[in-house]
């Protein structure tokens, strides 16, 4: 029987003294990478001792599959969707500078903007694997313009959209291509959606419910025909009543179709989700919980006054203000944030935390192939943390790509 020794030369590396998260567990067991890729040891036994080429001494701490944020609308003075800037460019400090919070993949979100802006950003900006220079782009998440007039929060209301009529033909004037969209938000309760999302979702195109004023019917209606996301849970959505829970009630309804899980995004930055909300929506539908940053430009800068475009704002604590109010520009939450407030305002386990930022997301995008797990043949994405899930160090590939103090 041939050993995975003698199909590949490649280099194996080791890490050792470690807890890794496997099968919802942290087990005290190596981890073995190869080529980037998490390797069954179980397959090289029958080498001779001493197979690693590299150890990786982990001092005790956590090794779980690196996070997955799917909205973060930019952060460190970038705005994903100002075409004005240098579209590459600001990508590449972004995904540069969210290797210190634990992200080794994510989709870039543009929020409502005018067609222009879908023609000049799309383009520019593939489908492409993580490494030093940066995170992983998995694809775009374009929230809007397909959203309600009601519940648009920030999103410019000149440039909403209805389909008139014409469907996935209106979509696809206005993004111009979806060659490199993952995910679109859209309301299921403008007219045409149902056959939108329909098309979506057989395009592989993950169709979320959000800045929407649906109805229980409704939404169940959009999940039936595929849609698989809650855009950023109880912001933008009509509130839960009793008597029509709205999205909110996606979390516990008995249309869902039998094998299929409903995912929901919570910010969970202890501002936009008051954390008994946030345990609600945790106990009633755990294994559905996403959480993204839906970081805005800001996120990443220091506090005080920034002049962002035409807008200045004033960051004090966790707080981004358009500057002498106090209207909420945004999360500047970090995903590492995000995953410690998420433990601590619901008491979950450490395990749970870990997966909310990481295995779900894979399994709303359907990568769990290779994201999101430490399976084996799974890509070498890793973040080590330590017991209050502070981050030591990230890897892509195997590769370490951010070390604390480095
Ligand atoms: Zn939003």
């Known amino acids: 029987m041939p050993s995975n020794k003698s199909v590949s030369d490649a280099p194996i590396t080791q890490f050792i003294n470690c807890r890794i998260l496997r099968d919802h567990m942290l087990k005290g067991e190596d981890l073995w990478v190869r080529e980037g890729k998490i390797l069954d040891p179980e397959k090289l036994f029958f080498d001779e001792q001493g197979f690693a080429d590299k150890r990786v001494d982990c001092d005790g701490s956590i090794i779980a599959p690196g996070f997955i944020d799917v909205q973060i609308n930019g952060g460190f003075g970038i705005d994903f969707s100002r075409p004005s800037e240098d579209i590459g460019v600001g990508l590449s400090l972004v995904s540069k500078k969210i290797l210190e919070h634990g992200v080794t993949s994510f989709c870039p979100t543009l929020v409502t903007s005018p067609p222009a802006v879908y023609h000049k950003v799309l383009p520019q900006i593939k489908v492409q694997n993580g490494g030093p220079n940066g995170a992983g782009v998995l694809g775009f998440h374009l929230e809007g313009p397909y959203i309600s007039m009601e519940k648009k929060g920030a999103h410019p209301e000149q440039y909403l959209r209805t389909f008139r009529s014409r469907g996935i033909e209106d979509l696809m004037e206005t993004y111009g291509s979806l060659e490199d969209v993952s995910m679109v938000t859209l309301a299921p309760e403008l007219a045409d959606s149902q056959s939108v999302v329909k098309e979506l979702c057989q395009r592989g195109i993950t169709v979320s419910?959000?800045?929407?004023m649906a109805n229980l019917s409704q939404a169940e209606d959009a999940v039936q025909h595929g849609a698989s996301f809650i855009t950023h849970l109880f912001n933008a959505m009509l509130p839960f009543h009793h008597r029509d829970p709205g999205i909110v009630?996606?979390?516990t309804s008995d249309q869902i179709p039998a094998g299929r899980t409903v995912f929901y995004g919570m910010i969970a930055d202890g501002i936009h989700t008051n954390p008994a909300a946030l345990r609600?929506?945790?106990?009633?539908?755990?294994?559905?919980l996403v959480l993204v940053t839906d970081a805005i430009t800001?996120?990443?800068?220091?506090?005080g006054r920034h002049t962002l475009g035409q807008q200045v704002i004033e960051i004090q604590g966790?707080?981004?203000?358009?500057?002498g109010t106090k209207t909420l520009s945004g999360s500047i939450a970090t995903m590492d944030m995000c995953v410690r407030h998420f433990k601590q305002a619901s008491g979950c386990s450490i395990e749970e935390a870990l997966e909310a930022a990481s295995l779900h997301p894979a399994q709303l995008l359907g990568i769990t192939n290779r994201k999101g797990n430490l399976d084996y043949g799974s890509d070498a994405d890793l973040v080590l943390l330590n017991d209050d899930l502070n981050i030591i160090s990230t890897y892509i590939s195997g590769e370490e790509v951010w070390k604390k103090g480095a």
Do not use: C, D
């Open 249 to 251: 009630g996606l979390l």
């Open 318 to 323: 966790l707080h981004a203000y358009v500057a």
């Open 298 to 303: 800001a996120m990443g800068l220091p506090p």
């Open 209 to 212: 419910l959000g800045h929407s």
């Open 280 to 288: 609600i929506a945790h106990r009633a539908h755990p294994s559905g």
